[in-house]
């Protein structure tokens, strides 16, 4: 079930149910009105609908199972680009909260589909595309969405891209009882053995790009070269003796996560 959270599901009857043959990004399209489609897209005569619409506040209204099922948007095009209508009209750009919703709709569809963030004005190329594209096989609306809005597709995706990069950030929590439990016992097991992988996983890309660590002991495993690494850690810190033995501490281990984009749990 692909529904976007943040977005306020209304599934409508126009859509094709399993429909979809690949998933190969977004189409953008312009609503050329004003206030929510959702009756028009649930009344079958009018033979029409779209995965997404984004009002001008930024309001997002999702119809149908993205990426399961599709929706009318684009003709030829549905199988293969998810849509997204966008109110307003195609002399006025996007106003600021509907790119920063549809970069969140991008952003969405690049985590669970893996759409590149890439504009593609284009009718099979993964990425960004736009509905005029497509000419006649695409319904012949080659004024959708128009110069204006088309050309904002840029600025959405490096705000996709920024939106990415926080939540990778915001969500990556290494536990320190964790990393400590595996600096113990990792390296008198078996040779690759992982107690916490993920989470030493983490710790271990620092320690790399800090040149503490070779990327062959990039495991998983906080074996013996892993530990070795982390006492060097602890020594620039400014620990000796005994608080330099590569058992991760809570300040070594914030200070990495600081500079490496990770947050530290109990
Ligand atoms: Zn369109």
Redesign the pocket.
């Known amino acids: 079930m692909a529904r976007m959270p943040g977005a306020l599901y209304r599934p409508v009857v126009n859509v094709h149910a399993n429909g979809v043959k690949e998933r190969r990004g977004l189409c953008l ?2 609503q050329d009105d004003t206030n929510s489609p959702y009756g028009w897209f649930n009344t079958p005569s009018s033979q029409a609908s779209s995965d997404f619409w984004v009002r001008l506040d930024g309001h997002i209204e999702q119809y149908c199972d993205t990426g399961v099922d599709y929706a009318w ?2 003709a030829a095009g549905n199988p293969f680009y998810a849509s997204v ?1 966008t109110e307003g009209h195609p002399d006025t750009p996007l106003t600021l909260e509907q790119v920063e919703s549809v970069a969140h709709i991008y952003a969405w569809g690049h985590a669970e589909f893996g759409w590149p963030l890439k504009v593609v004005d284009s009718t099979t190329e993964h990425g960004f595309t736009y ?1 005029g594209v497509g000419g006649s096989a695409w319904g012949g ?1 080659t004024g ?2 128009g110069g204006i809005r088309k050309a904002q597709r840029q600025t959405i995706l490096d705000r996709a891209a920024e939106i990415l990069g926080q939540q990778a950030a915001s969500t990556t929590t290494v536990s320190l009882a964790h990393v400590i439990d595996a600096a113990r016992r990792d390296p008198t097991a078996a040779q690759g053995a992982t107690t916490h992988r993920t989470e030493v996983l983490v710790v271990e890309r620092a320690l790399r790009a800090e040149g503490l660590l070779a990327a062959q002991w990039v495991d998983g495993s906080f074996g013996t070269k892993t530990k070795t690494a982390y006492a060097a850690l602890q020594r620039r810190r400014g620990f000796t003796g005994s608080d330099a033995d590569g058992i991760p501490g809570r300040s070594t281990l914030s200070w990495l996560g600081q500079r490496h984009g990770f947050t530290v749990a109990a």
Do not use: I, K
């Open positions: 399209h312009v948007a684009q209508e509905h609306h959708c969405p």
